[in-house]
């Protein structure tokens, strides 16, 4: 399954064409727009005209159908036809439409007449356009998803290869800071040992202390250290937290949330790697550590 990003745009139009019992009624272009940001969850708002919001229940079952996370802007534009195809009433339609408001007036004194645009609205065909223009939003919005869903893709494609860039740099670091340690504890060991010799010759006690039990102490001293720093541990646990990161990408499908629990694993046992850093050497690369994974926080953040 392909991995996909939150993160997307895409547009559709359809025509929604005029009933056959009314030619003279305008045709009207609707264009449907969807716009995707990351998100913790799946969060669909809707800009479309009031004529529009039946349809809302809908576009929100078709849209959490195929998207689990993301925050969805769906915006609807109908577009009517040039001013040369309004409808053209006819003098049926008037005279009952006349008969009608006189009749409403009759009952309801305080009614207001009938607007031009009204009347032009009651005679262009009724209910039989707007069934139309549903159908064809929905359409637009169909195809609309499908360009929405394709684009995720592209976009989840991309940040699959930087992730994927980001754990080979994770696991050249770890392999680089494994044999620090035991080096480390090498030069620790002969310090130990120098001071020792330095502090019981300052005293005047190093002739009765044998070299051996100089050098037995140097490297008690030296393995009480080695435990303290010894990152074994966190270096493995860190190399199978980034080879799950792989795993799952090449799995693809819903894995933003699982990675951004992984992420947080691998910040740990980078902070855990510089507090008992020892050497330099090992200080720079837990921070080096810490700006890679960062680095692929940033982009976890986006993935659906």
């Not at 195929?66 to 003098?91: C, F, M, V």
């Amino acid at each position: 399954m392909p991995v996909y990003s939150m993160t997307g745009y895409a547009s559709a139009s359809s025509q929604a064409q005029a009933p056959i019992d009314a030619s003279t009624a305008p045709q009207a272009n609707v264009t449907v727009e969807l716009r995707s940001v990351n998100s913790r969850f799946l969060d669909i708002s809707f800009r479309m005209p009031d004529e529009l919001r039946s349809l809302e229940p809908a576009l929100r079952d078709l849209l959490s159908a195929k998207l689990k996370r993301g925050k969805i802007e769906l915006r609807i534009n109908t577009h009517k036809d040039s001013e040369n195809n309004w409808p053209q009433p006819q003098a049926e339609q008037l005279s009952r439409l006349s008969r009608l408001e006189g009749q409403v007036q009759n009952w309801l004194p305080k009614a207001q007449p009938l607007s031009v645009h009204e009347a032009l609205q009651w005679c262009k065909g009724g209910g039989n356009t707007v069934e139309k223009l549903d159908e064809a939003t929905l359409a637009a919005a169909r195809a609309c998803l499908g360009g929405l869903l394709e684009a995720r893709e592209r976009e989840g494609e991309k940040l699959s290869a930087v992730l994927l860039e980001r754990i080979q740099r994770l696991r050249e670091l770890a392999s680089a800071a494994e044999p620090m340690v035991p080096a480390v504890v090498a030069r620790q060991q002969q310090r130990f040992l120098e001071r020792w010799q330095e502090a019981l010759a300052a005293s005047g006690a190093g002739q009765s202390i044998p070299q051996e039990s100089l050098r037995e102490r140097a490297l008690n001293e030296a393995a009480a250290y080695s435990i303290r720093i010894d990152v074994a541990e966190e270096l493995a646990r860190l190399r199978a937290h980034l080879e799950e990161i792989a795993r799952l990408l090449q799995k693809g499908g819903e894995l933003g949330k699982r990675l951004d629990f992984l992420i947080q694993e691998l910040a740990r046992e980078a902070n855990t790697l510089g507090s008992k850093a020892a050497a330099l050497e090992l200080t720079n690369i837990a921070v080096e550590m810490k700006v890679a994974v960062e680095q692929l926080r940033e982009q976890v953040q986006n993935i659906e």
